[in-house]
Structure formats: structure tokens, C-alpha cells
């Protein structure tokens, strides 16, 4: 049984200004699955990693992405995925994209990598669908190229990807407290006004720029969004206090993770980064809400054979 | 008399998708002025450019921007500024805003330089807000430091020079029909659709990777403005028939400079933007249009001595 070893990095999307069109993956925190070439045309689905995936192929990000590809070479190959490790699902580092991501790459490689990276991306997302119930590529984009990803356009389809840094660092804090991507969604307003939008715009580029320049007050100070995370920070508890405390520990910058209730914030060393977790963590842990902290460089890379 | 000669590049404002956050400094279109030191506190002011520009101190952008600058230094010297030779007014290529960093940067030089280049735009904005009647850097902060710039946020003041590809040419067609600027920014919409403003900011944020990349086919696909550019194009007769010959003559991209009527057209090399420029012109020449036209690289260094 042909079989390959894969690892895929956590991610984080929106990154502040950058929202709906930007994503980063995360050193650090990621997954591993084995996929494997099998007799017949099924895709069989083995869960080993404790948290209970949905296992029925059409409900599992893993299997959608891995069917798509599947029709876009017209084949019937059979494909088993082993789920060794998941991120925590919930967890606000992607966790749906990851098993996208992994499968698609796993299975290209098996097939004799017919498919380039950015094109793969176009079947995760199709197994993104699934879990989040919108297409979009701000999680499987950066889990399948590394770094930090532009998607300019989903159609035509054209992502970028972006310099990180290298002493970029950055921390995830996960507070358990449920937030329903959908409800997140309903909350957006349809409309913005004019001003806030060249706002939003000048500090996305600015964004950009800073990255490019490795210039981290840039990168912090263009981090503002104005559209999302006024909404979702409501539901977040002491959100404010979250911000204040991590940027006295240190932080560059600090938004929410995708539509939350996970947050992240950039450092300029590891050290920092740990502290800003602490900070984070505390705010949390005084309320009595269990939480997990995540500390990590970019990852340059995206999802890789082990 | 100590003076000096400065030479001012011309300026392009938005940039597409910059809408009121970007503009670059365009080579081969520019003025010159002489500042010099005179006694007594006038601000004296002599056009010697052709274009009978406002010689009344109160509605002269460079005497403006002087009156900014001195006081600022808590100064009254007297300064003399000679309009030697003008960038055609109206032309879409920043004469107002040329005019008011000539000055000032002349100033600057003649006191011994107490101010950076960029705490200099702060007071040439004060002489463009007396000739546009918005408070704006698209214009004075291109003709004061050079190449693509991004005007992040004007309060706190924080502008990012942007690196410009070295084989990027640019094209400027000045169709003579009137255009109020009043006029065309109240026919901006106050909300726009959420949906269009991410995608503006896609756009925004990839035309800066696109700028650092030097990647001509990303700048061009970037360009796509969904908030000013349409409701511009309409005071231009057969706009859509200018971008598509354009296009066809080989430009990257094509868009409104400023409120308009200028347009601009990025190419690869001079000979395509020369062929841009004709074909463009061609468009308004069938119309019994007066046009100018200007081709140039984009200028990296801004305003300078001579």
C-alpha cells in the first residue's frame, strides 16, 4: 500500500485589516495525516486522532476536497485517510482547512503530483465548503503555500503570496467559549460607509507594505479592522482588556482569528510572544473560561511530506 | 540673494484601486521655480510659467504652504518664488500640489533644512487644500518623496514610500474638457456594498505585492477601482472605448488620474507606452477633443535641487 506522511501548519484568517482576504499559516501548531493509494474507489476515512470527526465522506472537509480532485483528473481511485492528529477543532486555527489541505496534497503526491499547490487549493476549498458553509480560500490558501496569502479574487482565481518576516512571531489564544461562524457572518453589515472602506483599504496596503519591509510598527499599526471585529468582539468577554493586556506585554498588533472567538497577536520575539500569551491567557482564566495558548514562528512553508 | 532652483515631478493620485490612499511621481512631466531669500517678511510671488497662475498670496498653493512652513518655524523671513515653468493646470497631473512642495522644499533647503522630507508634506497639504478644498496627500506626498507612496492614514499622519518597478512606464492623456473636482467627489457614493469594499481592498493590497514584486500582470489586474472610477468615466466621453485601445496597444493597466479627465495606462517599456499614448489619443482626437499627452518612467526621487 503506496502511502505518504503529511504535515499541515494551523492558520489564521482575516488578520485584521486584511479581512476576507488574507490568512497566515502558523509554525508551531498543525497536523498529521497518512494518506494512502487503495484497491477499489473508496475513500475510506480513519479516525485517530480523539476528537471525534465526522467520519460520512460528504460531511468530512478531508473527503470533499479529496473527491473533487479525484473528478478533475476523471479517476476512481481509492484513497484511505488517516487522521494521526487534528488541530482542535473550534480552535480558530483552521482546523477544517487543514484536513482539506492534507488530503489533496497527500493524494497529488500519490498520483505523481499531476496538480501545482495553487491549484489544489481550489479542491480544499471545495471541502472548506463544507465545514463553513461559504467558499473561501483565507484558511486553505496559507495551509497549502505557507506564509502570509493574498486572495485577490477567487474568480478568476488569483492568490499572492506574501514575505513573513523571519522574526515574526505570533500567538493564538483560544478561549472556549462558542461562537457560530454563521451567526459571526449574519451580524456583518451589507453596507459601509465610504470612509471607513478607504480606511480599510489604506491600512490592508499598508499591511502589505509592512511585510515586504519587515517594518513591524507598519504591521502593527495597519492591523485596524474596522468592519468585522467591532461586530465580533462582542462576543467576546473583556475582549478590550485581551487587547490592552497583550499589547502591555508587548504585542505589535492584535485582532481576531477568522470570525473568533480565538485571538492572535504578532511579537518580535519568542519571548514576547510567550508573555502576550500569559497576558492573553489570564484575562480569560480570571473569568473562569478554560482557554489554550498556541506560540509559534510563520510557517514558510505550507503543508509538506513528512 | 541666496536662492535655489528646485524641479518638481508631475503626480498621479489614486492609482486604480488606491482610491484616496495612493499616488506615484511620474518622470519627463514636471516644473521648475526658483526660492529665494529676500528681506522684509513678503512672500513675494512672480509667474513667469505662461499660465496666469493666482499670484494673491491667500490663493497661491506654494505662498500657502510657505505661510505653513514659517510658521511652524516661528519665522518671517521673506521668501521670493519665481514659477519659472508650470505643469499645465488641470492636466490630472498634481500642478497644485507640485506647486506647494516646491515651495516649501525650496524653503526647507534655503533654512539650513529643519525639516524632513516628510514633515514637509504636512505643510505642502495646507497649500493644496486652498487649490482642491480637501485636506489630501495624494498629490504633494509622490512630488515630495518620490515613486509610489501610500497615505495610510492622514491623522496620525503616516505615509509609506512604495518601491517602483524599474521598466514601469507610464502614460498620461489630458482630454481638454472640464471636470469640476467638487463635483466629481459629490457624486460619490457615502455606503457601499460590503461585498465591493473587500473586494477593493483585495485589489488595494495587491497592487502594493504586485509594486514590490514587480510583477506587471498582478499591477495590472489590481487596478480595478469599483467606487470612483465608475461614476468618473461618465464625464469622459468613449472612456471604455480609450481603455480598450489601451489595452490592445499592450498597456498593463488603465484608469482615471484623480477626479479626471486625465487617464493613465502603466506599460513595460517606453515604446508601448508611447503606442498607448497615441492610441489613446487617437480616441478623443475622432472626437474633435484637444489632448495632451505625457510618457515617462515613474520618477524615484521626488522634488529636487537643480
Chains 1, 2 share one sequence.
Not at 488530503?103 to 505523481?112: T, Y
Amino acid at each position: 500500500m503506496k502511502s505518504v506522511n503529511v504535515y499541515i501548519p494551523g492558520t489564521v484568517s482575516n488578520v485584521g485589516s486584511g479581512f476576507d482576504v488574507m490568512g497566515f499559516a502558523m509554525g508551531g501548531v498543525g497536523e498529521k495525516m497518512r494518506v494512502s493509494l487503495i484497491d477499489g474507489n473508496e475513500i475510506r476515512l480513519v479516525d485517530e486522532s480523539g476528537y471525534n470527526l465526522p467520519m460520512v465522506a460528504a460531511s468530512n472537509t478531508g473527503a470533499v476536497a479529496l473527491q473533487s480532485f479525484r473528478k478533475a483528473l476523471n479517476i476512481t481511485q481509492g484513497f484511505e485517510i488517516v487522521f494521526e492528529t487534528k488541530i482542535k477543532p473550534g480552535s480558530g486555527l483552521g482546523s477544517s482547512a487543514s484536513s482539506a489541505v492534507g488530503a489533496v496534497f497527500g493524494a497529488n503526491e500519490l498520483m505523481g503530483s499531476p496538480f501545482t499547490r495553487k491549484e489544489l487549493i481550489y479542491f480544499a476549498m471545495d471541502g472548506e465548503e463544507v465545514a463553513s458553509g461559504s467558499r473561501h480560500a483565507d484558511n486553505v490558501a496559507p495551509a497549502m503555500l505557507g506564509s502570509f496569502v493574498l486572495i485577490r479574487s477567487l474568480n478568476p482565481f488569483d492568490v499572492v503570496q506574501i514575505p513573513a518576516p523571519e522574526s515574526l512571531f505570533c500567538t493564538v489564544v483560544h478561549p472556549q467559549i462558542e461562537v457560530k461562524t454563521s451567526e459571526a457572518r449574519s451580524l456583518l453589515p451589507k453596507q459601509i460607509p465610504l470612509k471607513d472602506a478607504i480606511q480599510q483599504w489604506g491600512n490592508t496596503a499598508a499591511l502589505i507594505a509592512g511585510l515586504y519591509q519587515s517594518d513591524f510598527g507598519l504591521i502593527g499599526r495597519s492591523m485596524t479592522d474596522l468592519v468585522a471585529v467591532p461586530v465580533r468582539c462582542r462576543f467576546i468577554p473583556n475582549y478590550e482588556l485581551a487587547v490592552e493586556r497583550a499589547m502591555a506585554a508587548g504585542a505589535i498588533g492584535f485582532s481576531i482569528s477568522g470570525s473568533g472567538p480565538s485571538m492572535f497577536a504578532f511579537s518580535d520575539s519568542l519571548e514576547t510572544a510567550q508573555k502576550v500569551a500569559d497576558a492573553v491567557a489570564e484575562v480569560f482564566t480570571a473569568q473562569g473560561i478554560e482557554r489554550q495558548s498556541y506560540v509559534g514562528r510563520i510557517d514558510p512553508t505550507g503543508v509538506k511530506l513528512q
